[in-house]
């Protein structure tokens, strides 16, 4: 697992520069490229220490066209993108495939070299037109994060139904009830049509069933660290009572939580206690480290190259398999030190 120390050392910059990168610091003057090394070095660092180390070496080389919805930029402000995409970089080096990032060139993505490519692997949604423009390289076709024609492509998401149902049963074992979430309530759904929000739509669905449900509750503000922060002052404004707990959407909103209710005088999780969901390696470079549902970002990049290869056409071989699969990746929960039990005042 990375350290604060063992990244200070790869990337030069000081241990306390990098936690305030971290736990997002606005008044840190650092540049985007900055911001970006220490993000990639943490999911590096994390890779290398946690990888097989079985040394197997390929029969075939594939060529990985890679396509990533989000710009560099956007990725700063929701780096579980941008720890996707390390991930694949870093298994395509373990299997000696061929990485080949695109550019976005106006509606569509292009493969610099202009090469032949065996299979595009697409982290994010992405809008039909996209996806033709992608289909046009290759119809062999991973998406990562999203599921469109599903008839057609193989696609590796997360189970957020059993993500959210292990968040609030660990919440329930620790005596909470009264609990909040905070993220959007749409977001843009598997070819970027608005549609509701799937973690929150769950959340409002177990807690009803249980009958826990108080909509007071339902913060809503995009999945980003500055967006969350602002959300949680303005609650702590105007609520008459406090949760118990917060479920957050994403871990940029967990960290945003954490840095309003520190500046609020409220300690976590003794006042508050916060579930994230992602379990990036940021996750245990914050303070607190976060309880977090982990979507396993690893297994996930290691089961799409896999799909991949399967239905990729090498030197004039025929595929494993012709038919596409939707593989639903079950999260679990990783316990930290964000939860703790509900006061009972």
């Known amino acids: 697992m990375a350290t604060l120390k063992e990244l200070s050392e790869r990337t030069g910059y000081s241990a306390a520069t990098i936690s305030r990168i971290l736990n997002g610091d606005a008044a840190l003057s650092v540049s985007d490229e900055t911001r970006r090394k220490v993000l990639e070095e943490a999911g590096r660092i994390n890779y290398t220490a946690t990888r097989s180390r079985r040394g197997r070496t390929p029969k075939r080389t594939l060529r990985v066209a890679v396509a990533e919805h989000l710009t560099p930029v956007q990725q700063l402000s929701n780096p579980y993108y941008l720890f996707l995409a390390n991930y694949v970089r870093q298994e395509c080096l373990d299997k000696k495939y061929t990485y080949l990032p695109m550019e976005r060139r106006g509606s569509g993505f292009v493969v610099n070299d202009g090469e032949p490519v065996n299979g595009v692997v697409a982290i994010g949604v992405f809008s039909p037109s996209e996806i033709e423009s992608l289909a046009a390289l290759s119809p062999n076709i991973v998406f990562m994060d999203s599921s469109p024609f599903e008839s057609l492509y193989d696609s590796v998401v997360v189970g957020y139904e059993l993500g959210i149902s292990l968040a609030l049963e660990h919440l329930f074992n620790l005596r909470h009830r009264k609990i909040g979430f905070i993220g959007p309530s749409h977001n843009e759904g598997d070819r970027k049509q608005w549609v509701p929000e799937i973690r929150r739509q769950y959340f409002i669905k177990i807690m009803k069933t249980n009958g826990f449900l108080d909509t007071n509750l339902l913060l809503e503000c995009p999945m980003r660290q500055t967006d969350a922060k602002v959300a949680i002052e303005r609650f702590l404004q105007t609520c008459e009572r406090r949760p118990t707990a ?24 003794e006042d508050i206690s916060i579930v994230s969901f992602d379990d990036t390696p940021k996750s245990t470079l914050v303070e607190p480290l976060l309880t977090s549902v982990s979507t396993h970002v690893e297994e996930m990049s290691k089961t799409a190259l896999r799909l991949l290869a399967e239905r990729a056409c090498v030197g004039g071989s025929a595929p494993v398999r012709k038919f596409p699969l939707k593989v639903i990746v079950p999260p679990s929960l990783v316990v930290r030190e964000s939860t703790g039990e509900a006061r009972t005042d």
């Open 246 to 269: 917060f479920i957050c959407a994403n871990e940029e909103s967990a960290i945003g939580v954490s840095l309003a209710l520190r500046e609020a005088g409220l300690s976590v999780p």
